[in-house]
């Protein structure tokens, strides 16, 4: 099997040190977390965590499983690139006088899709929300250019074939939660969005 | 919230005279009040400066709750696996912050890994001082992560009811497991409004078993039935589940011969006629090869552990598996499963039960007897009645098992008496087989064998130590002089670490490196600490003094010396498959 990025969506409590106990199942195994980002969820309490990491199908799963298993998570899901829409969002620092002098640049900023956020004497930043590639060309363009500093955030993931958590959440709270919360991907083969 | 009722215990206990008249309670009391509703009788632990509120409580609670001082925290944690094996409830310790804390981590660690129900309550210093390198500080949340099912910090006592009860809750549901509360010292002594106790029974974040999938149980039903050479191999989850009798119902209908893990050893007598032994890197010889024959492999409550399957790629490939478990995780794990049945083996074991045909196989069967052969006539026949003067380990078991007629509770360390025991030892009763497998904690008998002697004090409970284990936490013989728990301690020594030499010989071309091991006159340590003893080195004298050490009152420690270089066999080398397991050094 193949290594590939894979996208991993956790529900968690909002728990100190779940984020320790989550980080540990990959740090265990030696695998990288190439992104992270964790936030609370469009669910009160329920926080959300996007994990990127380059693996094999078979190892996602036993991650997601061993994730899973633990007592304050409410589900881990996985997907590939193209189950997923996604986005990364990067800020960057140029000199605002480079900026105001060159039309070269103003041009390179509009067809980035940039947009300004803070506007100085001194410095400008722009921000571009984004894939990896696309915050990583803008790069390449403002280096020419005198950029200070760059800052790129974690992924954040829609599944695409996701019907929101709400509805999970309630059945999680039952004593005897149905099997849609606790079905496993045996029967759920033909689905996109894989869940255990 | 419930109105304030501090007796929530069903059993008739004298209500502490801490909280009699009050209705605002200490943290502290919240902690014992919560051990007394969850009828926690014993605790193991050892005080010290961030736990000393929970022990000026527990002064008033001598007689609800009796506490058991270690002389070192890694014994109480082992002593509180040894209870929980045994009694199939959930240990307690009390440790104190810093080094009390860390020192729990190995036995946390083994907890962990043989999924033993253990809750450590840990002192920790005061809130505000969390994070300044206070003394005795460490940060037993981080540490104890990765080696416990749950862990908590409380910092505000109002949380202690709720959390105890989670706490217990999570140890003992589905697959059972350590948890970790560590209370800092200011919510210790906090007073609060008590609101009673209320055990937990849902945390919506946690599914202590999936449910369970009809459609499975019919599939691994169908293949059962339609099998020819079915092999079942069972582990712990069978005695975690309490399923004994539905897992004896399933094999004595099916028909099909069953051999255990380590773990699994004593689910059912390891003389029912279709037990055929021992699974892994020492364990028999049929079970291994056959293995490797056979065309259904049903795993119950078993984890593919490396020692039971040697190198994967060369593991039952020929067979369709049926997995039970509990824990999702463990299926497709380490070997992939053809039908997995997911759940309680307790629920899931009588759905199939129902569903298999009532058959025999002779032919199958007589395999494992042609393979028991063999193992006997090239490993067995010496062990058990040796042609040389020297003693073996095997001859030991041998004539313990008669004296005891195999209803002992037998509490092994870790190394080739360990192997030795759990080859020969016979057992009748479930939860006799005490032992250290998934992380081969050397040191963990004797504070385990204590912990047993209080899980069941009807039982003879007997721990089986090799001369470097006993020396590793031998400190508890004084736990022993004080509490008088009956603990008949039966040390095999060979003047060796004897696992480690017998690889250094096989693998490692007779470089014995360090583990020629020294050690003081046992029979004189055991005299310092008030407890009798003797050494045998005489076949003639054997059984007598076995017999000595079973019918003296109260603990007996007595040092057997057996044959130095002794190797145990069958062994599967590390690095190949079970179908290579080997009889004798010759064959490596």
């Known amino acids: 099997m193949q290594k590939q990025e894979y996208t991993i969506t956790v529900y968690t409590e909002n728990q100190i040190g779940l984020l320790n106990r989550i980080a540990i199942i990959f740090s265990r195994r030696k695998i990288n977390i190439e992104s992270l980002n964790t936030s609370p969820s469009e669910v009160d309490s329920v926080h959300r965590f996007t994990i990127v990491i380059n693996e094999t199908e078979d190892v996602v799963r036993k991650l997601c499983r061993q994730i899973e298993k633990q007592v304050e998570v409410l589900k881990a899901y996985f997907n590939t690139q193209e189950e997923i829409v996604w986005q990364e969002l990067a800020l960057y620092k140029v000199p605002t006088d480079i900026i105001a002098e060159e039309v070269k640049v103003e041009r390179l900023l509009r067809e980035h899709g940039a947009k300004a956020v803070v506007i100085r004497k001194d410095y400008t930043v722009f921000e571009v929300a984004g894939h990896r590639e696309e915050t990583d060309n803008l790069i390449k363009v403002l280096e020419p250019y005198g950029l200070i500093e760059f800052v790129r955030s974690g992924r954040v993931a829609i599944i695409k074939d996701s019907a929101g958590f709400h509805e999970r959440l309630k059945e999680f709270e039952t004593h005897q939660p149905g099997e849609n919360t606790i079905e496993n991907e045996f029967l759920s083969e033909n689905e996109k969005v894989f869940s255990m | ?588």
Request: glycine share 8%; proline share 5%.
């Open chain 2, 1 to 588: 919230m419930q109105t304030v009722k501090l007796k929530a215990t069903p059993k008739e206990k004298k209500s502490s005279p801490a909280i009699k008249h009050a209705q605002e309670v200490s943290g502290s009391v919240a902690v014992l009040e919560a051990l007394v509703a969850e009828n926690v009788e014993t605790i193991f632990g050892y005080p010290g400066g961030a736990i000393m509120p929970i022990y000026d409580a527990l002064f008033d609670y001598k007689e609800q709750l009796n506490h058991i001082l270690v002389r070192h925290e890694q014994g109480a944690i082992h002593a509180a696996q040894g209870f929980a094996r045994v009694s199939g409830k959930v240990g307690v310790v009390f440790a104190t912050s810093g080094p009390g804390a860390t020192n729990l981590v190995t036995g946390l660690a083994d907890a962990m890994i043989d999924s033993t129900p253990v809750v450590c309550v840990t002192g920790q210093v005061f809130a505000h001082l969390l994070g300044t390198d206070a003394f005795q500080e460490t940060d037993v949340i981080n540490i104890t992560t990765p080696v416990t099912k749950w862990n908590y910090q409380v910092t505000d006592a109002t949380e202690i009811p709720s959390v105890m009860a989670k706490a217990f809750y999570i140890a003992k549901s589905g697959r059972p497991g350590p948890v970790v509360i560590d209370i800092t010292k200011n919510a210790q002594i906090q007073k609060f409004s008590y609101p009673g106790y209320a055990p937990c029974e849902h945390i919506r974040s946690y599914r202590p078993k999936p449910i369970v999938r009809k459609e499975y149980v019919e599939q691994a039903a169908e293949l059962i039935n339609s099998a020819e050479r079915p092999f079942i191999i069972f582990g712990q989850g069978v005695i975690l589940g309490k399923a004994e009798k539905e897992f004896k119902q399933f094999v004595e209908k099916s028909g099909i011969p069953a051999a255990w893990t380590i773990m699994g050893m004593s689910a059912i007598p390891t003389d029912h006629p279709l037990g055929v032994g021992m699974l892994g890197m020492h364990g028999n010889y049929g079970p291994n090869v056959l293995t490797n024959e056979c065309d259904v492999l049903i795993a119950i409550g078993m984890r593919f552990d490396d020692r039971v399957t040697g190198r994967l790629d060369k593991y039952a490939k020929q067979a369709k598996v049926i997995h039970l478990d509990i824990d999702p995780a463990e299926i497709d794990k380490n070997v992939k499963a053809t039908v997995p049945v997911w759940g309680d083996c307790k629920e899931t074991l009588p759905l199939l039960t129902e569903l298999i045909q009532q058959k025999v196989y002779p032919q199958w069967i007589n395999r494992f007897h042609e393979f028991r052969q063999k193992e006997e006539d090239k490993v067995i026949k010496d062990e058990m009645n040796p042609k040389g003067d020297v003693l073996t380990m095997g001859e030991v078991i041998r004539d313990l098992n008669e004296l005891t007629a195999g209803n002992a509770i037998v509490v092994t360390d870790v190394g080739q008496h360990q192997m030795v025991a759990c080859r020969y030892s016979k057992m009748n009763i479930s939860k006799s087989n005490i032992t250290s497998g998934g992380l081969g904690t050397m040191g963990y008998a004797l504070p385990a064998a204590i912990g047993a002697a209080y899980g069941d004090p009807t039982r003879t409970t007997v721990a089986i130590i090799g001369d470097g284990g006993f020396q590793m936490t031998l400190q508890e013989l004084g736990t022993i002089m004080q509490f008088k728990p009956n603990v008949k301690i039966l040390i095999l020594n060979n003047n060796f670490l004897g696992m480690v030499r017998q690889w250094q010989q096989l693998f490692h071309q007779n470089r014995y490196s360090f583990v020629d091991i020294t050690s003081p006159d046992f029979v004189q340590v055991a005299k310092g600490f008030g407890i009798p003893g003797s050494s045998v080195n005489k076949r003639e004298d054997l059984k007598k003094a076995l017999k000595t050490m079973l019918e003296t009152d109260g603990s007996y420690l007595l040092e057997v010396m057996v044959g130095k270089e002794n190797n145990v066999f069958p062994m599967v080398p590390q690095g190949r498959g079970v179908a290579e397991i080997v009889l004798s050094a010759d064959e490596v």
